[in-house]
């Protein structure tokens, strides 16, 4: 399923690579978690955009029904669980219809993302690893990193290295 503003997307961005992850394999990623979301979600399926944006962030505005991924996080990802993860946890936002952020979305989307993930074919222990290199700072909308990761380390039985 081809939708217009992802095709807009691809068309500005066509071929583009950031990092090791392309848009393509992006769109694709959220295609197959797509399958695994709530019918509702499926029946309204978010808007998937590319910002050209160095910041490395991805973020989902409900109220638009739209879910923005910069190329700055794709610039920062390592691999394609990173993505993975990412993307199902901006899902998780979309099918809790979660309206701006906190810690407990945050840990919600979290556990959503990492599910979507697994559910997609995707290692949620290399995906969660996404954490691990971000900045680890607390603030009033998003829990620390560390604590984000162990949590979801700790559910998916993920052994350290
Ligand atoms: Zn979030």
């Known amino acids: 399923m081809i939708r217009k503003l992802i095709a807009i997307a691809l068309f500005l961005t066509a071929f583009a690579t950031y990092g090791s992850v392309s848009v393509k394999a992006l769109k694709?990623?959220?295609?197959r978690e797509l399958q695994h979301t709530t019918l509702l979600t499926q029946l309204f399926p978010a808007d998937?955009?590319?910002?050209?944006?160095?910041?490395?962030?991805?973020?989902?505005?409900?109220?638009?029904?739209?879910?923005?991924v910069n190329t700055g996080l794709l610039d920062n990802a390592r691999n394609?669980?990173?993505?993975?993860?990412?993307?199902?946890?901006?899902l998780g936002h979309k099918e809790f219809y979660h309206m701006g952020s906190n810690h407990r979305?945050?840990?919600?989307?979290?556990?959503?993302?990492?599910?979507?993930?697994?559910?997609?074919?995707?290692?949620v222990c290399?995906?969660?690893?996404?954490f691990k290199g971000?900045?680890?700072?607390?603030?009033?909308?998003?829990?620390?990193?560390?604590d984000r990761y162990r949590?979801?380390?700790?559910?998916?039985?993920c052994k350290e290295d």
């Open 28 to 31: 694709q990623v959220y295609d």
């Open 134 to 146: 971000l900045p680890n700072i607390e603030s009033n909308t998003h829990p620390l990193a560390s």
């Open 105 to 123: 979305f945050e840990y919600q989307a979290d556990q959503r993302g990492a599910y979507l993930a697994n559910a997609s074919g995707y290692d």
């Open 80 to 90: 394609i669980h990173e993505v993975a993860f990412v993307v199902g946890h901006e």
């Open 151 to 157: 949590r979801l380390a700790k559910i998916w039985s």
């Open 126 to 130: 290399k995906g969660i690893k996404w």
């Open 48 to 68: 998937l955009y590319v910002d050209n944006d160095p910041e490395i962030n991805a973020f989902t505005i409900n109220m638009f029904n739209e879910i923005i």
